[in-house]
C-alpha cells in the first residue's frame, strides 16, 4: 500500500494499520518532509469540533449520523493521548477542553444557539455547555467578556512535535516513509522521479496540496492560516490571562481566530484573514502575509491587554483545504482513498480518518466505515475567475460583518449577501 503524505493523516492511516496487520508492507510519500503542510503548522487544537457540525447537528435529515460522527470524534480525542502515552511522543498534550468566548454582544446569541442546537440534538451538559461570566472568567479572561461557550472535548498539543512522534512510530513499527519524493497516483500504483511503486491501495493524504494533483484542482480550495507565538511569559502574566487547564481558546466573532497556552508558557495565536489566490495557487511566500499578521497582533492585544505590544517570538503560516460544502469526506473511487478537507480542524479527524480508512482497505465492516463522511462526495467549486471573486468578497464581508458587530450594528444586508456567495 502507498499514501501520498506525511502529515496526520496519511501517519495514523499507517500507525492504525500496522498495528492491525503486521504483514502489510506500508509506503508513504512526500513531497517535501514529514509534516511539512498543515500538520506541522497548525494551532494544536486536537477537539472533537467538526466543520459543519451545527449545520448537521440542526438538519433532521444529518442529525443521527452527525450526532455519531461526534460521539466517535469524542473518542479519538482521548484515543489520541493513548497513543501519544503507549509511543512515547512528547508533545504536550493536556486536555483542558476549549474556551469560546463571547467578547460582544452579538456573540451571546451566537453561542447560545450553538449550545441549543447540540441539546436539542441529544449532546449532554457534560459535553458542551454555556458559562455564565462568572465561570467564564475563571477559565480565560479576555478584556471583554459576556459569557462563553465550553466544551471538555479539546486537548492542546504541540502541532510539529505531534506529527514528528507519530513519524518515528510508524517507523519503528516498519513503515517506510520516503521525504523529498513527489508521487501521483497511476494504474497500479504511484509514479515518482524514482520509480514505480506498485500498489493495491493508494490513499491520497495531501491535503491542501491534493490541489496539484491531477484532476483535483477544483475538489478542494487551500485558505491560508496564519499564526504568532510569544517568548514564554512571566506567571504574573498567566495569572492575569487565565488558560490555566491549558485550554485553547477563541471568541465568537466569524473571521475564527484560535489560541493555546503552551506546554513552556507561550502564547500561540492564530486566525483566518489572509487572501485566497488565484487558480488555488500554493506558494511559500504567501505563509508570511504581514497584513494578516499585524492584523493577528492587534487582535491578541485588543483581547488580551496584557499582550499589547509583547514581544512575537516567531510567525508562520500555511494551507487548510476546505471543500465546496466546508465538510470534511473520506471518499473511495476504485483502488484510490481520499480523506480530507478538514476547514482547519484536522488534528483530531485526522486520526479518526486514519482509524477508518484502515478499516476500510482491511474490508472491516465497522461501525467506523458507515459514519456519514464516508462516500461523501462535494460538488465542485466554481472554474476561475468565480471561485477568486466569490472566496475573497466572502473573506471581505466576514471582516466587514465582525466590524459592524464591534460597532454594536446588526450588519443583516451584508450577512445576507454572504450567504449567498459561493464559499460556504
Not at 78 to 88: F, K, M, R, S
Not at 126 to 134: G, Y
Not at 388 to 400: D, H, I, M, P, Q
Amino acid at each position: 500500500m502507498c499514501i501520498l503524505g506525511a502529515g496526520y493523516t496519511g501517519l495514523w492511516t499507517a500507525h492504525h494499520l500496522a498495528i492491525a496487520d503486521r504483514r502489510l508492507r506500508i509506503a508513504i510519500v512526500e513531497q517535501e518532509h514529514v509534516g511539512f503542510g498543515a500538520s506541522g503548522r497548525n494551532g494544536g487544537w486536537a477537539s472533537a469540533e467538526l466543520a459543519g457540525m451545527d449545520r448537521m447537528l440542526a438538519d433532521p435529515r444529518t442529525r443521527p449520523g452527525m450526532v455519531r460522527l461526534y460521539r466517535q470524534m469524542v473518542k479519538t480525542v482521548g484515543e489520541i493521548g493513548d497513543a501519544v502515552t503507549a509511543e512515547g511522543i512528547a508533545c504536550g498534550y493536556a486536555r483542558g477542553g476549549t474556551v469560546i468566548a463571547a467578547t460582544r454582544p452579538a456573540h451571546v446569541g451566537r453561542l447560545q444557539h450553538s449550545v441549543a442546537i447540540a441539546r436539542d440534538a441529544g449532546v449532554g451538559e457534560e459535553d458542551v455547555r454555556w458559562l455564565a461570566p462568572s465561570e467564564a472568567a475563571r477559565r480565560v479572561t479576555p478584556s471583554r467578556l459576556l459569557g462563553a461557550l465550553y466544551t471538555p472535548h479539546c486537548a492542546a498539543v504541540d502541532p510539529a512535535r505531534l506529527v514528528v512522534g507519530l513519524a518515528d512510530a510508524v517507523e519503528r513499527r516498519g513503515v517506510a516513509i520516503y521525504e523529498r519524493t513527489p508521487g501521483r497516483p497511476v494504474s497500479g500504483g504511484v509514479w515518482t522521479p524514482h520509480g514505480f511503486i506498485r500498489a493495491e491501495r493508494v490513499i491520497q493524504a495531501a491535503e491542501a496540496y491534493r490541489t496539484r494533483l491531477t484532476g483535483q484542482r477544483r475538489r478542494v480550495i487551500p485558505v491560508y492560516s496564519l499564526m504568532v507565538v510569544t517568548p514564554p511569559l512571566a506567571d504574573a502574566t498567566w495569572t492575569e490571562i487565565g488558560l490555566g487547564a491549558r485550554e485553547t481558546f477563541s471568541d465568537g466573532r466569524h473571521l475564527i481566530i484560535y489560541g493555546q497556552r503552551t506546554e513552556d508558557g507561550r502564547m500561540a495565536f492564530g486566525g483566518r484573514g489572509a487572501p485566497y489566490h488565484f487558480g488555488s495557487r500554493i506558494e511559500d511566500s504567501y505563509d508570511l502575509d504581514q497584513r494578516t499578521f499585524a492584523s493577528i497582533r492587534a487582535t491578541l492585544g485588543d483581547l488580551f491587554p496584557a499582550l499589547a505590544g509583547v514581544e512575537i517570538e516567531g510567525e508562520w503560516g500555511g494551507p487548510l483545504a476546505i471543500a465546496r460544502d466546508w465538510r470534511p469526506a473520506i471518499t473511495v473511487e476504485g483502488a484510490v482513498i481520499t480523506a480530507g478537507s478538514y476547514v482547519g480542524n484536522g488534528v483530531a479527524a485526522a486520526h479518526l480518518a486514519g482509524k477508518t480508512v484502515a478499516d476500510l482497505v482491511r474490508g472491516v465492516d465497522s461501525e467506523l466505515v458507515h459514519l456519514p463522511w464516508v462516500g461523501h462526495r462535494s460538488r465542485r467549486w466554481e472554474p476561475e475567475p468565480l471561485r477568486w471573486a466569490g472566496v475573497n468578497l466572502g473573506r471581505k464581508l466576514t471582516e466587514s460583518i465582525d466590524r459592524a458587530e464591534d460597532a454594536g450594528r446588526n450588519p443583516r444586508l451584508r450577512n445576507a449577501i454572504f450567504r449567498r456567495l459561493p464559499v460556504g
